[in-house]
């Protein structure tokens, strides 16, 4: 009764109202062989301290104690304590969408301050409330453009995250929005020749994600100077949000949609995560989602108002620029948190650790394997090229609880057995060297040999 407060009696006339004999006649329409006929398999009559007991312990199987390599789009960086006692609190947690700017005071300044320093951070005039997550963000940004030219094609890189470039087809699909791939060169970069070649008098926007899928930086002005002289405009994606602590912003490009679940944000098997657009003053009528505002009160108090939300909850449908319903706020503000935390020179050397993380490990390895696209300038990510399968390699580090890097094969066939590995601060020294061992098959069997990452024969990247 404390789970279904309906009574037998209630439910039986509820039943006899709408004419059905049982409740399983609700579910008459799915096939029986879709259905279960049997209860569910979890353990019953639990006091509640048995209960909390059996959760910890579920817990330390997900991964106590384990060493991560694993980026491609989801890091792991250290949360300060703070953020937790702080979004935890009743004001922030149980709070709903400012609508009313009397009763979220506290929410919509939290919401400016963010927006100010993702503005800062990102070299752009001015950022919203906060998106779902970073792919969502990136398909939006192309149909802001969109708007903004009134062109109808997008160009995209093929190093852009697989993922992103998922849900931009997506979207494209029902926007009838024609997508144009480019492909990269054997330094990890987008090919500038076949940019050229591919922007046309319909191409509303060039979008592009720097530090790339590979991890590698991209050139950010001259990809900026070649899609402005054809009259579209520049999105830079950025996956990896750590990595403005120490590469120059990308204040060239028109819009800039970004990830921030590495500023405090747990990895949460994939979400919920905060998607970020920011962009130039002149842009800001076709912004999707939210934007805060300063402003005085009639005492000349400051206070914070929703300034613009053109979502379709509050305008005209055929007016609104997106049909988010969220502005992920409780998320956003761990981010805020962090990014207050760390400040700005502690953000740089937050970025200076996981360089020098990355650096280490993709030195070590490229003594035993080939390390691709070595030749470009990267942040904390670096593909590696091995003989073996990086998933019989993945299988043999799990055993030493370490998880591997991410296997490129099922998006980019191309480059054989590659897998892109990732370092961020949590990544310590013995621990890189521990997987190289367990890679090259030293510390499993105690062969020397080598045998297991030696270089492969080159593989022509894609054109």
Not at 108 to 116: D, H, R, S
Not at 135 to 148: D, F, I, K
Not at 316 to 326: L, P, W
Not at 413 to 432: F, M, N, Q
């Amino acid at each position: 009764m404390r789970y279904l407060p309906k009574s037998p009696a209630d439910r039986a006339a509820m039943q006899q109202a709408i004419g059905i004999r049982s409740i399983d006649d609700l579910f008459s329409p799915i096939p029986a062989e879709y259905r279960l006929a049997r209860d569910l398999n979890v353990p019953r009559q639990m006091a509640e301290s048995e209960i909390v007991d059996y959760f910890k312990q579920r817990a330390k199987e997900n991964g106590e104690g384990y060493t991560s390599f694993l980026g491609a789009g989801a890091y792991a960086h250290y949360r300060p304590i703070v953020i937790d006692a702080l979004v935890q609190r009743g004001e922030f947690l149980t709070s709903y969408t400012p609508y009313q700017a009397e009763f979220a005071q506290g929410t919509l300044q939290a919401i400016f301050e963010f927006q100010t320093m993702i503005s800062e951070l990102t070299g752009m005039d001015l950022a919203n409330a906060s998106m779902y997550d970073g792919s969502t963000a990136a398909a939006e940004a192309v149909m802001m453009a969109v708007r903004v030219t009134g062109k109808n094609s997008a160009v995209v890189a093929r190093s852009l995250h697989p993922e992103y470039r998922e849900v931009l087809t997506t979207y494209a699909a029902h926007q009838e929005i024609p997508l144009k791939t480019v492909a990269y060169t054997d330094s990890g970069q987008i090919d500038l020749k076949e940019l050229e070649k591919a922007i046309g008098d319909d191409t509303a926007c060039v979008l592009i994600q720097s530090p790339n899928f590979f991890g590698t930086i991209e050139d950010v002005e001259a990809i900026a100077d070649i899609a402005h002289k054809r009259g579209a405009l520049l999105i830079v994606s950025i996956a990896e949000a750590v990595s403005l602590g120490i590469v120059e912003p990308p204040r060239t490009a028109d819009i800039v949609a970004m990830e921030a679940q590495s500023f405090g944000v747990p990895l949460g098997f994939g979400g919920p995560y905060c998607g970020v657009l920011a962009t130039k003053d002149k842009f800001v009528r076709q912004m999707p989602g939210r934007l805060a505002g300063q402003t005085v009160d009639k005492n000349g108090k400051r206070g914070f108002v929703l300034t613009l939300a053109t979502r379709e909850q509050h305008i005209r449908r055929e007016k609104a620029t997106s049909n988010i319903c969220t502005n992920q706020a409780l998320v956003a503000l761990m981010v805020n948190i962090f990014m207050t935390v760390y400040g700005k020179v502690g953000l740089r050397e937050l970025a200076k650790q996981n360089l020098a993380k990355a650096t280490y490990a993709a030195d070590q390895f490229s003594k035993h394997a080939k390390v691709l696209f070595s030749s470009a300038p990267r942040f904390n990510e670096f593909v590696v090229q091995t003989s073996e399968d990086p998933r019989a390699i993945n299988s043999r580090l799990l055993e030493h609880k370490i998880v591997g890097g991410f296997p490129l094969k099922k998006f980019y066939p191309e480059l054989g057995h590659a897998a892109l590995w990732c370092s961020t601060e949590l990544t310590t020294r013995s621990s890189i060297d521990k997987a190289i061992d367990i890679a090259v098959g030293r510390a499993a069997d105690g062969d020397n040999s080598d045998r297991n990452l030696k270089n492969p024969e080159p593989v022509e990247v894609a054109r």
